[in-house]
């Protein structure tokens, strides 16, 4: 039980696999989920990656009979796990190389939710479902959840997110949350195979792109890379074949 990694020729796949505990996340599982991810961000043959899930349920939020043992033991040890073993997840999955699908083929509560929404893309399949979860428990998205929502869907996504019970795969489509599908894992896998046929470099450089948000940052860094890929001596072949000569 932990994470499985598999490898389907250059793409990577992290399953969460705590079926158990409907992959709920304690300290001691986020630290397995954050090293894991590490490792594969490390290599360079990675086009792209699958976070996905055994089980029921893709991640049922926190481990909370975990959690409560952390609580107890005050504010600082509450604040050093938060900072290491939880945002330490989402800060990896923030700086990734190449593009992060989400694969949610059932529950997603909480931090699971909150996981759902930090990828690249977020695929929901028939038996997956997003709930905030937090505020239930008198608690906020500590490690981002916020942030992803309003990204994704506007302000008015928080709040509907945090109105509803539950949000399916084409309600969450429906507010720019995720894409629905049939079976999450298996759209996943085809369009993480679409994204390593690409020429990589570009698909590193568009990874980057689509998290600066400052248009003149933004705009610089497109400007450094274009120059970059127009001058390349490959790019003259892969016009080429485009152009069938």
């Known amino acids: ?27 001691a599982e986020g630290r397995i989920v954050r090293e894991a991810l590490e490792s594969v961000a490390s290599d360079d043959e990675v086009a792209a990656l699958i976070l996905s899930a055994s089980g029921k349920a893709f991640c049922a939020g926190g481990n909370l009979p975990e959690i409560l043992r952390l609580a107890e033991e005050g ?19 923030a700086a990734f190389p190449v593009p992060v699908i989400i694969a949610v083929d059932g529950p997603a509560v909480g931090f699971g939710c ?8 977020t695929l929901i399949g028939e038996k997956g479902w997003l709930a905030q979860g937090w505020a239930k428990a008198g608690l906020i998205p ?15 996504a928080v709040w509907r997110l ?10 969450a489509e429906r507010l720019g949350l995720g894409i629905a599908c049939d079976n999450a ?4 896998l085809a369009m993480a195979q679409t994204f390593a046929a690409l020429p990589q470099d570009a698909l590193r450089a568009l990874v980057e792109l689509a998290r600066t948000d ?7 860094k497109a400007l450094d890379y274009q120059a970059d890929f127009l001058t390349d001596p490959g790019f003259r072949d892969r016009v ?6």
């Open 214 to 220: 400052d248009l003149p940052s933004h705009l610089a």
């Open 1 to 27: 039980m932990g994470v499985i990694v598999h490898r389907h020729d250059t793409v990577a796949e992290i399953v969460l696999d705590w079926p158990e505990i409907r992959n709920a996340l304690g300290p």
């Open 114 to 121: 909150d996981l759902a929404l930090a990828g690249s893309a």
């Open 240 to 245: 080429s074949a485009l152009l069938g000569h």
């Open 142 to 156: 500590a490690t981002g959840g916020t942030l992803y929502a309003k990204r994704r869907g506007g302000a008015q």
């Open 75 to 93: 504010a600082d040890a509450v604040r050093t796990t938060i900072y290491g073993e939880f945002q330490g997840i989402f800060r990896t999955i």
């Open 162 to 171: 945090l109105a509803t019970d539950r949000l399916n795969g084409p309600a």
């Open 185 to 188: 894992r298996g759209a996943a």
